[in-house]
Every structure is written in C-alpha cells, then in structure tokens.
C-alpha cells in the first residue's frame, strides 16, 4: 500500500524568510513523487516532481524539494517566501513497484501562509 | 482550449437524481484521471483511462458511479441515485505520460446533493 502524510494542516511564514512544507511517504517500492499547488479557485498545478536522479528537485516558482530515501520524505523548501505563495500545497506520491496501479495518493493538504 | 476543461463548473441535484460531469483533456494526452475532492481533504482517486479503456477502476466508491471514454479523449463520470455524501469537487486531470508525468488538472466540477 502507498500512502503520504502531511503533518501540518497550516504553516505561517513572514515574507522573505525561508519555508518549508514537510511531506513522509511509504511505498513498497521506490517512489514517485510529485508536490502540487492549489490557488483558490483555482485547479491543482504541478510543481515539481522526483522520479530517479538527483535527491534535490528544482521546480516552478523558485520551489524545490529533497528527496531523504531514509527519512522517507519530501519536503517542500523555498529560500525567501513571497505573499504570492500563500495557497493549498499537496504532496502525491505512486509506488514504482509493478502492478501497483498509475494513480496518485495525495495527502490532506497544507495551508502555507505568508505574511508581509 | 490550452488546458484541461471540465463541465459544468457548478452542479446542484437532489438526492437521487443523476448527474453527469464532463471533462475534455489536453489534446493528445492519453491518460486521463477522475480524483474527488472533499472539504479540508487531498484529492482521492477514483478512475483512470489509459486510451478508451478504464485500466483502473479501483477507486470507485460502489456501482452508483461509472465513467466513460469511448473515443479515447472526453470523458463522462456518471453518478446515479445521487446521495449527499457525494456532494463534493470532481477532478480531471490528464498527463503525457502515464505513471511518471505530471497531471495536468481541470478547475473541476462542484457537486451539491440536497
């Protein structure tokens, strides 16, 4: 079974401080892992994504991610927050293990908050 | 369109009627997802297509639900005996590639059973 877990409902960051969103995963395998963005009223919107490689995932918007193979996770980092980063983030992970399906597990969502 | 389109925007039904929810993917892309979205709640999976065929169904809650795709690009999710607890916003998404692509989501379908 694969499943993500996101431990914080809300984070609260000033502006240009950094931020992160915590993201843990189990899978069987080894994961695919995918970070999405969701503005009010807005449909989801992919991020960035870590398939193979490199452990550090540069994505859109100046965000990136680490993928820990031993801490099971993948946090979602930005070096210096702007108020337009307040939104709905979510962290999907699929298990790369045959048969296990092409579906994305997502976790419950974190609310990032960035104040002036 | 440039992205993923899905009709209508807004839907209201009574509890037990039927509804229908459309979605028209991004040109060529061969996979296509139905999630559902609950209040405070991540997306939760409900069908996959790759072409016309539906090659996982599993996150279908029970046989009241069914989706189709019979040329291998729109498709319809259709629910019948509407019930309450399936008021919530339903999600296409699309991708190139299936398994390691990215989805490309629509602004989905707000579904209210009263």
């Known amino acids: 079974a694969q499943s993500v877990a996101q431990p914080e409902d809300q984070v609260n960051v000033a502006e240009g401080n950094p931020l992160t969103v915590k993201c843990t995963y189990s899978v069987s395998g080894n994961p695919y892992l995918f970070w999405y963005v969701q503005y009010p009223n807005r449909g989801l919107q992919f991020l960035l994504k870590?398939?193979?490689?490199?452990?550090l995932v540069k994505g859109s918007y100046g965000f990136e991610a680490e993928f820990n193979k031993s801490q099971t996770s993948f946090h979602l980092k930005k070096p210096s927050a702007l108020v337009s980063d307040s939104a709905l983030y979510f962290c999907?992970?699929?298990?790369?293990?045959?048969?296990?399906?092409?579906?994305?597990?997502f976790g419950k969502g974190t609310s990032l908050l960035v104040t002036p | 369109g440039a992205g993923v389109s899905q009709t209508p925007s807004n839907k209201v039904t009574e509890k037990g009627k039927y509804v229908e929810l459309r979605c028209d993917p991004i040109?060529?892309?061969?996979?296509l997802y139905w999630y559902r979205q609950s209040l405070g709640q991540g997306p939760e999976f409900l069908i996959y297509f790759q072409g016309t065929g539906a090659a996982d169904d599993s996150g279908l809650p029970n046989d009241r639900f069914f989706a189709v795709r019979p040329e291998g690009s729109v498709s319809t999710l259709k629910i019948q005996r509407t019930e309450r607890g399936d008021s919530a916003v339903y999600l296409c998404a699309s991708s190139l590639i299936a398994g390691t692509g990215e989805l490309f989501f629509g602004e989905g379908s707000r579904l209210t059973v009263l």
């Open positions: 040109s060529g892309h061969t996979a």
């Open positions: 870590y398939i193979t490689g490199d452990n």
């Open positions: 999907a992970v699929r298990d790369s293990v045959p048969n296990s399906g092409y579906a994305l597990n």
